[in-house]
Nanobody, 124 residues
Framework: QVQLVESGGGLVQAGGSLRLSCSVSGRTFSIYPMGWFRQAPGKERECVAAISWKGGSTYYADSVKGRFTISRDNGKNTVYLQMNSLKPEDTAVYYC?????????????????WGQGTQVTVSS
C-alpha cells in the first residue's frame, strides 16, 4: 500500500515563504514522477509543479513560475515544494501525488496515489 503524507502547510502573510514536504512509503518511490497539486474552494484541482523521477525535468504552472521550486530526495523518499513570495491567491489545499508511469504529466487523472492534503493560507 502506497502512502503519501504531506506536511509544512500553515498560515503565512503575503510575501512570506513555506516549504511543503511529502514523504512516500510502500513502493519504490525513486522511479516515478511526482507532482504537487492545489485546490482552492470552488475551483478545480490544478498541477502547480511536477518533477521527473531523476529530478532532471520539471514543470511549473505559469502562476507559480519563478516563485515555487519542486525538488526531491530519492534517498529519503521525499518530495518538496519551496514556495516563496506567496500571494493570497496561493491559498488552497496542497496535495502531492505519484504517477506510476513515465513522462511528466499535469493532469490529475495521470496520477495514481495521493496524499491527504495540507492547507496553505496566505493572508493579505
Amino acid at each position: 500500500q502506497v502512502q503519501l503524507v504531506e506536511s509544512g502547510g500553515g498560515l503565512v502573510q503575503a510575501g512570506g515563504s513555506l516549504r511543503l514536504s511529502c514523504s512516500v512509503s510502500g513502493r519504490t518511490f525513486s522511479i516515478y514522477p511526482m507532482g504537487w497539486f492545489r485546490q482552492a474552494p470552488g475551483k478545480e484541482r490544478e498541477c502547480v509543479a511536477a518533477i521527473s523521477w531523476k529530478g532532471g525535468s520539471t514543470y511549473y504552472a505559469d502562476s507559480v513560475k519563478g516563485r515555487f521550486t519542486i525538488s526531491r530526495d530519492n534517498g529519503k523518499n521525499t518530495v518538496y515544494l519551496q514556495m516563496n513570495s506567496l500571494k493570497p491567491e496561493d491559498t488552497a489545499v496542497y496535495y502531492c501525488a505519484v504517477r506510476v508511469g513515465g513522462g511528466l504529466k499535469i493532469s490529475q487523472n495521470d496520477y495514481n496515489y495521493w496524499g491527504q492534503g495540507t492547507q496553505v493560507t496566505v493572508s493579505s
